[in-house]
C-alpha cells in the first residue's frame, strides 16, 4: 500500500473516533432526602470508596490489574509472529493510554505517543486540537480534566479481551485487527477533600496494523469510549469526574433509564449523554 493511501485510510478511521461520557444523576427524591438528613442529622457523608476496600462492594471486585494477551495464531495473510507483535503492541497502547497515571491524571500522554510510528504518529500530533472535533486526535487518549482526581490506593482493576482477526477496510486494504472491549476501573477522590466515587471507563474498538510491505506493522488505534459518573461537557476532549454531592454539569442525561456503568453493552448502544447507576 503507498504511503498516500495508507495516510488517507488511516485518516479515515481515526475520524470514525467518538467519545461518549455519562453523567451520574440522583433521583430529585433521594436529594430531597440527603437535604432533610444534612438538617436533621448534619451533614452526609459523600465518600463512597473505601481507602482499604476500594472495589469492595462492586463488580470491579473481581477484575484483574492489566491487559492480557491472547495466545497468537497466524490471521490471514499474516503470520503467527505478527499477530503476536500486534497483541503486544496493543496491549502497551492499552497501557499507556488507560495504566498510565501521568497521563490519565496529569495530561501527559507521552508514554502513547511513543508507541506510534511513521503516517499514524504524523496524524496524531498534525491534528491536536483541531477545530472539527471529529477531527481531533486529543480524544484518542484517556485523560482526567487535571486538578480534579487523584487515585485512591495504587491499583486500576481491568476487566475485558482482546483478539486478532485479518480484515479488509473500505478500500479493499488488507490489514490486521486486534479487537478491543475493556472496562477500566479508577478509585477516586476530589483532591483535597473527602468525597470520592468510583470511575468507570468502558472502551470499544481495535488497532488496525498495516503491513508496510516488509512485515513491519504500522498501528492505528480506532477506538471509542464511555466513562461515568461524568459532566456532559460539550465537545470536551478530557472527562471531569461528577463527585456524589454535585449537580450535573452541561448536558442533562437523556430518558429516566439508569445504564450500568460497567456493562459493554450499554455503552454500545448508548447515543448521547445518559444516566447511570451508583458504581
Given at each position: 500500500?503507498?504511503?498516500?493511501?495508507?495516510?488517507?485510510?488511516?485518516?479515515a478511521a481515526l475520524t470514525m473516533l467518538a467519545l461518549t461520557g455519562c453523567a451520574q444523576v440522583l433521583e430529585q427524591t433521594d436529594r430531597f432526602l440527603r437535604e432533610e438528613a444534612e438538617q436533621i442529622v448534619?451533614?452526609?457523608?459523600?465518600d463512597q470508596v473505601d481507602p482499604d476496600a476500594p472495589f469492595a462492594g462492586s463488580p470491579a471486585a473481581d477484575y484483574g490489574v492489566g491487559f492480557d494477551t491472547p495466545e497468537p495464531a497466524a490471521q490471514g495473510d499474516f503470520t503467527a509472529e505478527q499477530v503476536e507483535w500486534a497483541h503486544d503492541r496493543t496491549r502497551l497502547l492499552l497501557e499507556a493510554v488507560y495504566l498510565d497515571?501521568?497521563?490519565?491524571?496529569?495530561?501527559?500522554?507521552?508514554?502513547?505517543?511513543?508507541?506510534?510510528?511513521?503516517?499514524?504518529?504524523?496524524?496524531?500530533?498534525?491534528?491536536?486540537?483541531?477545530?472539527?472535533?471529529?477531527?481531533?486526535?486529543r480524544g484518542i487518549p484517556f485523560n482526567l480534566t487535571p486538578g480534579t482526581a487523584e487515585l485512591?490506593?495504587?491499583?486500576?482493576?481491568?476487566?475485558?479481551?482482546?483478539?486478532?482477526?485479518?480484515?479488509?477496510?473500505?478500500?479493499?486494504?488488507?490489514?490486521?485487527?486486534?479487537?478491543?472491549?475493556?472496562?477500566?476501573?479508577y478509585p477516586i477522590a476530589r483532591p483535597g477533600d473527602p468525597v470520592s466515587v468510583r470511575l468507570v471507563v468502558t472502551h470499544l474498538g481495535e488497532v488496525a496494523f498495516y503491513d508496510l510491505g516488509d512485515g513491519t506493522l504500522e498501528a492505528w488505534p480506532h477506538w471509542y469510549r464511555g466513562a461515568a459518573p461524568v459532566h456532559c461537557l460539550p465537545d470536551a476532549r478530557m472527562f471531569t469526574p461528577a463527585y456524589p454531592d454535585e449537580r450535573p454539569d452541561g448536558e442533562r442525561p437523556r430518558g429516566l433509564t439508569q445504564d450500568d456503568a460497567y456493562d459493554l453493552e450499554d455503552t454500545r448502544d448508548?447515543?448521547?449523554?445518559?444516566?447511570?447507576?451508583?458504581?
Open positions: 500500500m503507498s504511503p498516500r493511501k495508507r495516510a488517507a485510510l488511516g485518516a448534619g451533614p452526609v457523608t459523600f497515571t501521568d497521563a490519565v491524571f496529569d495530561e501527559d500522554n507521552s508514554e502513547f505517543t511513543g508507541l506510534l510510528t511513521g503516517q499514524s504518529l504524523e496524524w496524531y500530533l498534525d491534528h491536536l486540537g483541531h477545530e472539527d472535533p471529529e477531527l481531533d486526535s485512591i490506593g495504587d491499583e486500576i482493576r481491568v476487566d475485558g479481551r482482546m483478539w486478532a482477526e485479518a480484515s479488509q477496510d473500505p478500500n479493499g486494504q488488507d490489514y490486521l485487527a486486534v479487537r478491543t472491549e475493556y472496562v477500566v476501573v448508548r447515543d448521547g449523554c445518559g444516566a447511570v447507576k451508583d458504581t
